[in-house]
């Protein structure tokens, strides 16, 4: 059945939606500091209940359960989106129709299409996967048919120039001949040695034989017979072909990409590294049988030996495969860590000597991206693909000249810190031999076209950050998320792609991300408050639109709660001309003025270091905003800082950590302590910290090393020392242990444990594959040999580094709060 739209009156009180933009009057601040705007929500509080530790802590489904997955159907007129089951992991799936909402029932589910669907050239199909099958979609006629029925997964759909549409299974490439069905196996990527076939005998001996015993020489002319008549009809017999491609025993495929026009394929294959030795575990002592479950776990960085992608071109037509070298790309063979093992050698009484040499190279596999860092233009006759350095300094777009078989570099961008593993979107413009990508090359991720053979041009500048593209068809506009107007505020825009004209299509206030509508003229609008979860909303794609909220989701129980809203302010910062935007929770009674320095505070560090949390959007951090606004509610100020690293603010912020974590975030923090304490009547001897995975970590140094800044502080899944942690993430940011012992020992808190003189709570999951439980046991230890007494552990025997059980949230808060409730 449809449901009305729920009555949105309450809702749009909460919404927020004319955010006030004010100017710090804070009398401190610097020429730099007082342009900044504080953000002030136009309500301090929200409905009437006060918010308990246990309800903030309860199965979030008591929050309602917010629309997820939204995209838009073929015809762009309606909008499909998911929905979780209360208290169930399982989802259901809706579809608004422009009237109302209804559930798609199970048997239908294969009909509705999916958000990465694709579409034929002139528009007419649309193709997807539903349940790992392939479905194409008639638009006009709105009719369905399936075309597998497999086991098989398939993946990479694609319409070919041809008409046909493509995708891969089983490291498989298949095309169907849309109008006869007809499947054909355009090539079978393997990865073992290519059989030799039948050969002569060379050595005496096998020689000796053949000539000695007729038996083995009919068995041999047999066997010379059959593979010369399958060459035979496979040459001659068109109903036939040989598409095997063997790519050489212990390899593995890590990316492969069909050409449009169906004769190429670019295969990216690694050397297959087998499984690590059994220190690299993770033990599960509560399991199903009662036994301890030795799980795998990921290797560290100290332990992560160089990786190398090879790129093969494979011919489809004339069934050659090349590779392609490396040499092309400017740099490829530079020192670029001369000076850091320099520095690390001469530490270690050693003299280092810089070398030129091929460095290792991969395909850029950006977190959450979902792209291909292989580009084919419309045509099929150009690729692009996006490579990085294993040093982590470098990032190429480079094309293939396939005549010569070489790769020609289009842009290289070069970071003494390192490449962003975000803001890596690129792609060609349609039916042009025109590049558009994002780069940080100026100090902030933009926008810029690069036709082959020519000049750059940027289409975006300033000092904000542009994510998300999404080019029209007819290459008049890229559309894009950026915090144009505030580093905390993420609206909708497009540029032309021609002029540089820069249209704001959105103007919410908040937290906003989007889905272009097939046909171009809608927007799917996922849009958030500080106070609000995100919603769903559909405007036409133009400027100054109206907004139609289509989904109300927050509950009743949620609504009635009194929770505070923070103001986001700018700290004016001691070691950058640039501020930090931080959340502030002000005191349920605080009067504006007040003095004596009589209110005690907590700062809170958000994780992953590269994140931004002081937004005005709906935090991942629910849980601690309702935490927060109950210590607000308390008399607490409590802060929540974007620290140097945080994601946000630009290149030189995020990189402000390398080679030494845990100093400038630490900085930050004590500018946001003396921020309170002259701002907001803190009395700076009754501060308090805490935070999980890198907020544990900045607890930990804080602790350790400005043991005088906060009275307590609560680690959460920290890290203790960053050599035990994943490669991914942490040579980025201190190299590798090889390179940089340095940075290592002044950035892992470990080191530092004698500092500690103030209460200390750590929490740990004990079956964290992010974290390892093996960093607590190590401080611990560690803290036990420096014969200290002022700390505690508690353990979590379930919980994975995203706590899942709330007895274990609400025990974990339980602890923090009676923390600052003892020390503050």
């Known amino acids: 059945m449809k449901q009305s739209l729920t009555s949105l009156a309450v809702a749009s009180a909460l919404f927020l939606a004319g955010c006030q933009v004010t100017q710090n009057s804070n009398n401190n601040q610097n020429s730099q500091i007082t342009s900044q705007a504080t953000i002030a929500t136009t309500v301090e509080a929200t409905g009437s209940q006060a918010i308990t530790l246990e309800q903030a802590m309860a199965d979030p489904d008591w929050l309602g359960r917010k629309p997820e997955g939204g995209f838009w159907s073929a015809d762009s007129q309606s909008v499909l989106f998911k929905q979780k089951q209360s208290g169930s ?22 009909q509705v299409g999916a958000g990465d669907a694709v579409y034929s050239q002139d528009g007419k199909l649309q193709a997807y996967v539903f349940a790992g099958n392939v479905f194409v979609k008639d638009i006009i006629s709105d009719q369905v048919r399936q075309l597998t029925k497999s086991s098989q997964k398939a993946e990479q759909l694609q319409f070919l120039t041809s008409g046909q549409l493509a995708y891969l299974a089983d490291n498989t490439f298949y095309a169907i001949d849309l109008n006869t069905g007809l499947t054909t196996e355009l090539a079978k990527l393997i990865v073992k040695d290519a059989p030799l076939g039948v050969t002569e005998p060379t050595s005496y001996i096998a020689q000796e034989q053949h000539q000695l015993i007729s038996y083995v020489a009919l068995q041999h002319k047999n066997a010379k017979d059959a593979q010369s008549r399958k060459k035979a009809l496979v040459d001659q017999n068109s109903t036939l072909d040989n598409n095997l491609f063997y790519l050489g025993k212990d390899q593995r495929i890590v990316e492969s990409s069909l050409s449009p026009s169906g004769d190429k394929l670019i295969v990216a294959t690694t050397k297959d590294i087998p499984e690590r030795s059994a220190q690299d575990i993770m033990p599960n002592y509560v399991t199903q049988d009662g036994n301890i479950d030795p799980v795998k776990a990921r290797s560290r960085v100290a332990d992560n030996k160089p990786v190398e992608h090879t790129l093969i071109v494979i011919d489809l037509n004339t069934k050659q495969q090349q590779s392609l070298r490396y040499d092309a790309l400017p740099g490829f063979d530079e020192d670029v860590l001369a ?17 030129q040499a091929p460095r290792h190279i991969t395909l850029i596999l950006d977190w959450g991206w979902d792209q291909s860092p292989i580009q084919w233009n419309t045509q099929g006759t150009e690729v692009a693909v996006m490579l990085e350095s294993w040093d982590n300094k470098d990032r190429w777009i480079a094309t293939v000249d396939f005549s010569n078989n070489k790769l020609v570099s289009q842009h290289r961008l070069h970071d003494e810190a390192w490449v962003n593993y975000t803001h890596n979107d690129f792609g060609w413009l349609n039916n042009k031999d025109t590049l558009y990508y994002l780069s940080e090359e100026s100090g902030y991720s933009h926008l810029y076209t690069k036709p082959l053979n020519g000049k750059a041009t940027q289409l975006t500048s300033g000092k904000f950050e542009v994510s998300e593209l999404t080019l029209t068809k007819d290459n008049a506009a890229i559309y894009f998320k950026a915090n144009k107007k505030h580093p905390g505020i993420y609206e909708i825009y497009r540029v032309g792609v021609q002029s540089g004209n820069l249209e704001t299509l959105t103007n919410l206030n908040g937290m906003t991300d989007y889905v272009l509508s097939p046909d171009e003229s809608k927007l799917l609008l996922t849009h958030s408050k500080i106070v609000m979860p995100p919603e769903l909303y559909i405007a036409n794609a133009e400027p100054g639109s109206e907004v139609k909220q ?27 001309d640039q501020p930090i935007y931080a959340k502030v929770y ?64 630009g290149r030189d912020w995020r990189t402000a950590i390398y080679r030494h974590m845990g100093k400038p975030e630490i900085e930050d923090l004590a500018d946001g302590v003396n921020w309170m304490v002259e701002n907001v009547n803190v009395d700076k001897g009754a501060v308090g910290t805490y935070g999980g995975s890198y907020g544990g970590f900045m607890t930990f140094m804080a602790l350790f090393t400005q043991p005088e ?14 050599a035990y942690y994943n490669d991914p993430y942490t040579s980025n940011i201190l190299n590798r242990p090889a390179d940089d012992p340095i940075a290592y020992r002044r950035s892992s808190p470990i080191y530092f444990a004698e500092g500690l003189n103030k209460p200390m709570l750590i929490n740990a ?59 503050l």
């Open 89 to 110: 992991k399982l989802r259901d799936t809706f579809k608004y129709d422009g009237q109302g909402i209804e559930q798609v029932d199970l048997s239908d589910k294969h």
């Open 339 to 355: 000076d850091v093992r320099r520095e690390n050698a001469e530490a270690q009484g050693k003299t280092y000597s810089s070398k």
């Open 550 to 576: 289509i989904t109300n989701t927050v509950s009743d129980a949620f609504l009635s709660k009194k929770l505070i809203a923070p103001k986001v302010v700018a700290v004016p910062s001691s070691h950058t």
């Open 586 to 649: 002000y005191p349920a009674d605080y009067q504006e003025g007040e003095q004596g320095n009589t209110r005690k505070a907590v700062i809170f560090n958000h994780g992953a270091g590269y994140l931004q949390n002081s937004h005005l959007g709906w935090s991942v951090y629910f849980r601690e905003f309702m935490f927060h606004s109950l210590l607000a509610s308390e008399g607490y100020v409590v802060m929540d800082m974007d620290y140097r690293a945080s994601k946000g603010y």
């Open 709 to 722: 800044l906060f009275q307590a502080g609560a680690a959460l899944r920290p890290v203790t020392d960053w």
């Open 765 to 823: 999951p004990m079956i964290d594959d992010n974290v390892f439980f093996q960093d607590v046991v190590r401080l611990v230890q560690r803290l036990i040999e420096l014969e200290k007494e002022n700390y505690e552990t508690a353990i979590y025997p379930v919980e994975p580094h995203g706590f899942v059980q709330p007895s274990s949230w609400l025990d974990e808060y339980r602890r923090i709060y009676k923390l600052f409730k003892e020390n």
